[in-house]
């Protein structure tokens, strides 16, 4: 009888599979760029999908000048505001934080996030870090950024998420005095990247709950005669005899979902200023309305209705050329069914 060899089923790549410590996603990496000094993120909350008409620009593609369908992912992004400027150290150890500057007017809504403090020293610690910067101490310039979710109808809730964002191109003097000349201001996403650039997407992915090997890991139901007492989707065995412990590439039941998840080089298709215009009749399943700036992403992201969305530079982009899309019709009939 031949021996049956199969490959392993499952990915290990995003093991541990446990939930994710906060609703905010983080990024560890940014791109490079050299330039003119510019801000490298936003936020928004995913609203649903539609379709859009657009003349495919893809070089060589079959369909290449005509009109395509294409799946897009609404995403609102009201303005964000910049609350501190925050400067970075680093040595043998790593990155570390030297100091931070916060804004003299914080928006009232973001002490339902945080504590803001009450005798702070300002100008201090705005001192601290030019002197950083004259001495060559500071490596890099983060800004802290909060959302808006009180202007957005489809969110119920109003306490806001607060973020790190870092300012990149140039030298350090630049990057200090682009985040100076934000400290306190709104900022919209069209200052951070543009139509037809392309983007990572990074959000929490929807929660399943605990969830047997079967559907966590996509293993085969165990024939009839290996099923004793009728346990068809247990794994066979807790792995070989040595080492003497289960190891943790052994599929098992565990937390399915709500995790952090990234898809690289996904393609912003349009950024508007007026929701109405792609707003379906009836509102969007589960999320209603968008009344505040929107960005089209093409194909599907992580993470439910209702879920922060952050936006990055591709850090992968490769050989992607910059084209401006160009669409020609969006669909706003009914999402309800009728």
Request: a positive charge; proline letters at 8%.
């Amino acid at each position: 009888m031949p021996k049956i060899n199969t490959p392993r089923k499952g990915s290990l790549a995003f093991s541990p599979r446990k939930r994710a410590k906060s609703q905010v996603p983080k990024y560890q990496s940014w791109p490079n760029y050299e330039g003119v000094p510019v801000l490298q993120g936003f936020a928004g909350y995913k609203v649903g999908m539609t379709h859009v008409v657009m003349v495919d620009d893809h070089k060589n593609s079959p369909t290449e000048g005509k009109d395509i369908m294409v799946p897009v992912t609404v995403i609102e992004s009201p303005a964000m505001k910049v609350a501190a400027i925050r400067a970075y150290s680093k040595d043998t150890y790593g990155r570390h934080p030297l100091t931070e500057v916060w804004t003299d007017t914080p928006d009232p809504a973001l002490a339902r996030r945080l504590t803001l403090p009450k005798n702070y020293q300002g100008e201090a610690a705005r001192k601290a870090i030019l002197d950083g910067v004259t001495e060559g101490r500071v490596s890099d310039i983060f800004v802290l950024m909060h959302t808006t979710p009180e202007l957005v109808s489809g969110i119920p809730k109003k306490v806001p998420e607060i973020m790190e964002v870092r300012v990149a191109g140039g030298p350090i003097e630049g990057r200090l005095a682009l985040a100076e000349s934000l400290l306190g201001k709104e900022v919209g996403i069209g200052n951070i990247i543009q139509s037809g650039a392309y983007a990572d997407i990074t959000a929490v992915t929807t929660g399943k709950g605990t969830q047997g090997p079967v559907k966590r890991w996509g293993i085969k139901l165990r024939k009839r005669k290996h099923s004793r007492g009728g346990k068809k989707r247990h794994i066979g065995n807790l792995g070989p005899w040595n080492p003497h412990h289960v190891r943790w590439q052994v599929p098992q039941t565990g937390q399915m979902g709500y995790h952090q998840r990234t898809e690289f080089n996904k393609r912003i298709l349009r950024i508007g200023q007026d929701g109405e215009e792609i707003t379906p009749a009836g509102g969007f399943l589960n999320y209603g309305l968008v009344k505040n700036p929107y960005v089209l992403i093409k194909g599907s992201i992580p993470g439910p209705v209702k879920r922060l969305v952050r936006i990055r530079p591709a850090v992968r982009q490769g050989e992607h050329t910059v084209r401006q899309p160009t669409i020609e019709f969006v669909s706003v009939q009914s999402k309800q069914g009728v």
